[in-house]
């Protein structure tokens, strides 16, 4: 071969190495803006002690989320101006109210929690399956879109032991196993 195959063979090669470095260089960049993005996640938990669902909204990203927007599929049922006249309405008052204007901010861990359904109310004015959506930004002002669809058919097939007696001494009983397990849990038996 001559000088002039070697020299474009070196050309070729250097071009390839070039746009691999290129590439890897996007891909390292990508990478990082995933890993310090703000994560906004909807979920539905039992609540401790009862059959309730607990709506949780948190960001489990490393950075903070700016002007979230929360939207419902399908809404939730417009409450407004009419009397809350049990624990399910001001539970759905509350989320609305909550989440009808953007969020300002929401830094990372930081937890919004609400009584989603009572599982004592008989007349269930929220849907048993639900998509929450979140449009947000993060400090650099990038567009975010996550979305969940969240059921609660799925959490009540959850089995557990629940407490029984409404008694005072069962109550007290109650009471103290709950203080022993919380000492227990900051270390001290």
């Known amino acids: 071969m ?7 063979i070196g050309a070729v ?3 390839v190495t070039a746009v691999m470095a290129i590439w890897t260089l996007w891909a390292l960049r990508q990478d990082s803006r995933d890993r ?3 994560v906004m996640v909807a979920m539905l938990k039992q609540a401790v ?3 309730n669902f607990e ?3 948190v960001n489990l990203g490393s950075s903070v989320a700016k002007n ?6 399908p809404e939730l ?5 009419t009397i809350l006249e049990n624990a399910q309405s001001f539970a759905v ?3 609305q109210r909550r989440y009808e204007k953007p969020i300002p901010s929401l830094p990372p861990g930081q937890v919004f929690d609400n009584i989603y359904q009572d599982s004592e109310n008989d007349d269930q004015s929220v849907p048993d399956t639900i998509a929450v959506s979140f449009n947000y930004r993060d400090d650099r002002n990038r567009k975010y879109f996550d979305k969940y669809v969240l059921s609660t058919y799925v959490l009540g097939l959850q089995t557990g032991a629940y407490p029984s007696t409404d008694s005072e001494e069962g109550m007290n009983r109650r009471l103290v196993k709950a203080v022993e397990s919380i000492a227990r849990g900051l270390g001290h038996p």
């Open 13 to 15: 090669a250097t071009a």
């Open 55 to 57: 709506l949780h909204i």
């Open 49 to 51: 002690l009862t059959r």
């Open 93 to 95: 008052w509350s989320i």
């Open 36 to 38: 310090t993005r703000p």
């Open 68 to 73: 979230i927007q929360v939207t419902f599929e």
């Open 2 to 8: 001559d000088v002039t195959t070697w020299t474009a």
């Open 77 to 81: 049922p417009n409450l407004s101006g």
